[in-house]
Structures are given as C-alpha cells and as structure tokens.
C-alpha cells in the first residue's frame, strides 16, 4: 500500500508558474511509476504527465507539453509538477498517482490515487 499526499495548489494569475508535490509514504516510492491528472468541474479525470519508476522516462499531455515538467526525487519519496505558463484552462484538481506497473498507459492502470490538489489559474 502507498499512500500519497498532494500540495502545492493554489491561485495564480495566467502566465504564472506553480510548482505541486506528492508525497509518498508506505512502500519503496522507486517501485513506482508515478503519474498526474487533473479533473476540472464537470468533465472525467484526464491524464497530464507522467514518470518512469527511475525517473529517465516521461511523457506529457499534448495540452501540457513545453510548459508543464513532471519530476521525481526517489531519495525524498517525492514527486513533483512544474507548471509554467498556466492558463486559466488548466485549472482544476490536481491528482498524483502510483502504478505498479513498470509504464502505465492508462489511468486504470494506477493502483494508489491521492485526495488532490486544486490549482485555479485566474485570467
């Protein structure tokens, strides 16, 4: 069992960065591969970047890719989100997740979900 906590979340104005953490307990976090999403109001959990158990693999959401940065210090059990250039359409509740699967592609294949994070990016 991996328990997992998210933050981070906050307001920030259109064009501004903010950076979300997730912070593993339980099992070794390296065993993991690790994934976030993102849920706004009214609309199915959709997925946003994630990382290999090593960290060397990461693929991004096309609406994500060149401002959003997925990261992972297995040292420190935790990882993180870097969003830049946000816009007011990335706002939303901000999910990470573990897959014990080596490179999930789906979000069905994530075994441990965290209670979220919002970010709410302002115009």
């Known amino acids: 069992q991996v328990q997992l906590v998210e933050s981070g979340g906050g307001l920030v104005q259109a064009g501004g960065s903010l950076r979300v953490s997730c912070a593993a307990s339980g099992r070794t976090f390296s065993n993991y591969a690790m994934g976030w999403f993102r849920q706004a109001p009214g609309k199915e959990r959709e997925f946003v970047a994630s990382?290999?158990?090593?960290?060397?693999?990461?693929y991004y959401a096309d609406s994500v890719k060149g401002r959003f940065t997925i990261s992972r210090d297995n040292a420190k059990n935790t990882a993180y989100l870097q969003m830049n250039s946000l816009k007011p359409e990335d706002t939303a509740v901000y999910y990470c997740?573990?897959?014990?699967?080596?490179?999930?592609?789906?979000?069905?294949?994530?075994?441990?979900w965290g209670q979220g994070t919002q970010v709410t990016v302002s115009s």
């Open positions: 997740a573990a897959a014990d699967a080596s490179w999930p592609v789906s979000k069905y294949e994530y075994n441990y």
């Open positions: 990382i290999s158990r090593g960290g060397i693999r990461t």
